[in-house]
């Protein structure tokens, strides 16, 4: 299960089975937050719901797919990061982030999205990381810009947003131009079967 503490009230934990009320609280609290730039909160009105999404994530990371994880902050649950599944024949992955309200503007996602995308290089061995978010998403899109990744262009009408079409940014970054920490060469690796990571990863 892929865990990293980021300091010392940040934490990063594979999304489990109980999870799902905390999360669903969360959620709830944060709807019209959330409903600004996120598509599926009209899918998720009941825990049940919550949970439904936690197994998908499971069923995901047992596909040897990509991990989605809860943003412990004070080992409480403040957000969802993780990657959408892995695209292994081209060792591409896209992240996905969100924030409940309380803990935005703190720099907390960027440095989650930092650790996943040195995850993805160095014990994936992938080659690309994109992040893409809606054009006129600031917070969103300061994440990768932050981070390096170059601006790759615009996909329009990308997203059914409740009532209209949202544009979206495409950003990525390659391994070879990542700078964020040691990216150990993975290359012997073939698509789809990466270095297997151990089953807890802290520091």
Same mark, same amino acid.
């Given at each position: 299960m892929f865990e990293h503490s980021i300091d010392a009230d940040l934490d990063l934990r594979m999304l489990r089975e109980d999870d799902a009320e905390e999360l +669903?609280?969360?959620i709830d609290a944060n709807r019209q937050h959330l409903r600004q730039w996120l598509p599926w909160l009209d899918a998720n009105t009941e825990v049940e719901h919550t949970r439904q999404f936690i197994s998908s994530t &499971? #069923? %995901?990371h047992a596909r040897n797919e990509g991990s989605v994880c809860s943003v412990l902050l004070s080992d409480h649950v403040v957000g969802v990061v993780? +990657?959408?599944p892995i695209k292994w024949a081209n060792r591409s992955v896209e992240i996905g982030y969100w924030l409940g309200s309380e803990a935005v503007g703190n720099g907390i996602m960027t440095?989650?999205?930092r650790v996943l995308v040195d995850h993805a290089f160095s014990w994936l061995g992938l080659n690309r990381v994109a992040i893409p978010a809606a054009v006129e998403n600031s917070r969103s899109r300061a994440i990768p810009e932050r981070l *390096? +990744?170059? %601006?790759? *262009?615009?996909i329009r009408d990308a997203e059914w947003l409740? #009532?209209?079409y949202v544009d979206h940014v495409l950003y990525a970054v &390659? !391994? !070879?131009e990542w700078t964020s920490g040691p990216a150990p060469a993975a290359d012997a690796a073939p698509p789809g079967a990466p270095p297997s990571p151990p089953?807890? %990863?802290r520091s």
């Amino acid at each position: 299960m892929f865990e990293h503490s980021i300091d010392a009230d940040l934490d990063l934990r594979m999304l489990r089975e109980d999870d799902a009320e905390e999360l +669903f609280r969360v959620i709830d609290a944060n709807r019209q937050h959330l409903r600004q730039w996120l598509p599926w909160l009209d899918a998720n009105t009941e825990v049940e719901h919550t949970r439904q999404f936690i197994s998908s994530t &499971l #069923d %995901q990371h047992a596909r040897n797919e990509g991990s989605v994880c809860s943003v412990l902050l004070s080992d409480h649950v403040v957000g969802v990061v993780g +990657f959408h599944p892995i695209k292994w024949a081209n060792r591409s992955v896209e992240i996905g982030y969100w924030l409940g309200s309380e803990a935005v503007g703190n720099g907390i996602m960027t440095r989650c999205c930092r650790v996943l995308v040195d995850h993805a290089f160095s014990w994936l061995g992938l080659n690309r990381v994109a992040i893409p978010a809606a054009v006129e998403n600031s917070r969103s899109r300061a994440i990768p810009e932050r981070l *390096g +990744f170059r %601006q790759e *262009g615009i996909i329009r009408d990308a997203e059914w947003l409740y #009532d209209h079409y949202v544009d979206h940014v495409l950003y990525a970054v &390659l !391994k !070879k131009e990542w700078t964020s920490g040691p990216a150990p060469a993975a290359d012997a690796a073939p698509p789809g079967a990466p270095p297997s990571p151990p089953s807890a %990863q802290r520091s």
